[in-house]
């Protein structure tokens, strides 16, 4: 069973956003969000792409880091590379079956809405999730860093604190300076960026 977020439409058409989909291996969707993780740090890998450059490689291990900052704690233990010409769920992007790792990864090619940057799938037994994957939009033209050369570009380290976001069970959150607002942002200053920390909590059972 896959509970489906919603696509937000965009005030400008420069905004790109991120999508949720929840999707449960055993029960269906926990009620009122109460599926997390039972322990941590959650072993993570990327694809080779996800890290290509040294700006890749600093976006990435930023967004690892705004999480743990925020938490005080190791959320993430990141293991390298997904190693596999195939890809780390069975079934269709559209339809994905078993997650069988944590993966953060370019989906090539995407399969749903242009203006989708990312999709978080999360599988859950019970109220315990177990696996969960990222798919980023290979065909975004994202900036690297702050994006002190494009002041409106779209953040890679930003789409991808928001996407951990949702890996780590966080939903929505309607505060324009919150990391889980829908509408990713222009820039790539983490300057101001908020985080509910009742949700956080809840999120993480701490």
Same mark, same amino acid.
């Given at each position: 069973?896959?509970?489906?977020?919603?696509?937000?439409?965009?005030?400008?058409?420069?905004?790109?956003?991120?999508?949720?989909?929840?999707?449960?291996?055993?029960?269906?969707?926990?009620?009122?969000?109460?599926?997390?993780?039972?322990?941590?740090?959650?072993?993570?890998?990327?694809?080779?792409?996800?890290?290509?450059?040294?700006?890749?490689?600093?976006?990435?291990?930023?967004?690892?880091?705004?999480?743990?900052?925020?938490?005080?704690?190791? +959320? /993430?233990?990141?293991?390298?590379?997904?190693? =596999?010409? &195939?890809?780390?769920?069975?079934?269709?992007?559209?339809?994905? @079956? $078993?997650?069988?790792?944590?993966? +953060? /990864?370019?989906?090539?090619?995407?399969?749903? =809405?242009? &203006?989708?940057?990312?999709?978080?799938?999360?599988?859950?037994? @019970? $109220?315990?999730?177990?696996?969960? +994957?990222?798919?980023?939009?290979?065909?975004?033209?994202?900036?690297?860093?702050?994006?002190?050369?494009?002041?409106?570009?779209?953040?890679?380290?930003?789409?991808?604190?928001?996407?951990?976001?949702?890996?780590?069970?966080?939903?929505?959150?309607?505060?324009?300076?919150?990391?889980?607002?829908?509408?990713?942002?222009?820039?790539?200053?983490?300057?101001?960026?908020?985080?509910?920390?009742?949700?956080?909590?809840?999120?993480?059972?701490?």
């Amino acid at each position: 069973m896959i509970c489906q977020g919603w696509p937000v439409s965009s005030l400008r058409s420069r905004f790109l956003f991120s999508l949720l989909l929840l999707s449960s291996a055993l029960t269906g969707c926990a009620k009122n969000g109460a599926t997390r993780w039972e322990t941590f740090p959650i072993t993570v890998y990327s694809d080779n792409q996800m890290i290509s450059t040294p700006d890749a490689q600093a976006d990435f291990q930023d967004a690892l880091n705004f999480w743990e900052q925020k938490t005080g704690r190791k +959320i /993430f233990n990141y293991k390298g590379t997904w190693n =596999s010409n &195939n890809p780390p769920y069975t079934g269709t992007p559209e339809n994905p @079956g $078993t997650i069988l790792e944590n993966v +953060i /990864f370019f989906q090539n090619p995407w399969h749903t =809405s242009s &203006n989708v940057v990312g999709q978080t799938i999360v599988t859950a037994q @019970g $109220t315990s999730i177990d696996h969960a +994957i990222i798919m980023i939009n290979p065909y975004i033209e994202f900036c690297h860093r702050d994006c002190s050369s494009r002041e409106w570009g779209n953040s890679s380290r930003k789409n991808l604190i928001h996407e951990l976001g949702h890996f780590i069970g966080l939903k929505h959150n309607q505060d324009e300076n919150n990391v889980m607002y829908p509408i990713l942002q222009p820039g790539g200053s983490l300057e101001g960026l908020t985080v509910n920390e009742t949700e956080l909590a809840e999120a993480l059972g701490i």
